[in-house]
């Protein structure tokens, strides 16, 4: 019997914070034993602003280096550059003539990213979540594990599969995506009504998977909370209950056992074991981290192999693709 297909991307366009790592790359590990696991760096995806090439040949390595060191097996995963694979952008082309503007003019991401970027309104921010479509379409893609912030993305994947498969015949099989119950998102600790992004201004927002030890406590420190002084766990202390569920998701407690054991103690303390939990937690990570960034040609390794097993796949579909909308083959 045939595995199920699981695929999902980060793009290298910063340093990883923990929310990508509780929302996504968490689930990856855990996944890799029941599935056939594609997991990309989407180097594509992350020029839709403005990146400095080094930085960005840098953080593409830093991914991939972290995928390994959160627990994906290259020998059981699949792990690849997008650019290395061209059908990534071929189906994102063949995907757009199937788009409507309105959808993508609905994307809140978007929608987001226009509102501040003003001056590099760029088309390619515009058309993102088709290349996004093509990314999982490709590989015949059952579950796409994602932070819920993805979810209208993963929506428009759905909608653009159905669209192809009932314009030109069932080609493309109609992805799921995959959320974590608690980790699904994880809020800045400057503000808990937005979710924590590597791409905050204010880097006390968030905890980067590689921040040290000082950092890690001055941020947590700093974590935003409330005035009521009671460690309780619910949506009227919001800077409270996304500092539990970290706390939840790096100790594997229960939250009511968490909250029952920090009844009647105060914040402070609270916090300072928060931020040790995380020290432990991150502390693996980035020791697997570091010996892999000094062992550039094993990564080197790992990305060419993974991206001539990806290219197999994926050209398999993107020539049925093809051969349906109409072009002539090359031989
Ligand atoms: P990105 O950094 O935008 O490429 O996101 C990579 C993955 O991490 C995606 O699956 C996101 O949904 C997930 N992710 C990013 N930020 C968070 C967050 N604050 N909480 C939960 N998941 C997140
Ligand atoms: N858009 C995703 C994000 O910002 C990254 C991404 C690109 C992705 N292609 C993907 C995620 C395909 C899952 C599947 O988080």
Known sequence: MERKVVFSGVQPSGSLTIGN???????????QDEYDCFYCIVDLHAITVPQVPKDLRKRSLDVLALYVACGID???????MQSHVPAHAELSWVLNTITYMGQLNRMTQFKDKARKSEENLNAGLFTYPVLMAADIL??????????????????LARDLAERFNNRYSETFKVPQGLYNEFGARIMSLQN?????SKSDADENAFIL??????????????AVTDSEGVIAYRDEQPGLKNLINIYSLFSNEKVESIVNRYEGVGYGKFKEDLAEVIIEGLLPIQEKYHYLMNNKDYLEEIYKKGADKAEYHAMKTLRKVYKKVGFIPRR
């Open 21 to 31: 790592y509780i929302g996504a790359i968490k689930n990856f590990a855990t996944l």
């Open 74 to 80: 290259p020998d059981k995963s699949t792990l690849f």
């Open 138 to 155: 490709l590989y015949q893609t059952d579950f796409v594990p994602v932070g819920d912030d993805q979810k209208q993305h993963i929506e």
């Open 192 to 196: 808990p009504e937005v979710k924590m």
């Open 209 to 222: 998977l590689l921040d040290d030890k000082d950092a890690i406590r001055r941020k947590v420190k700093r």
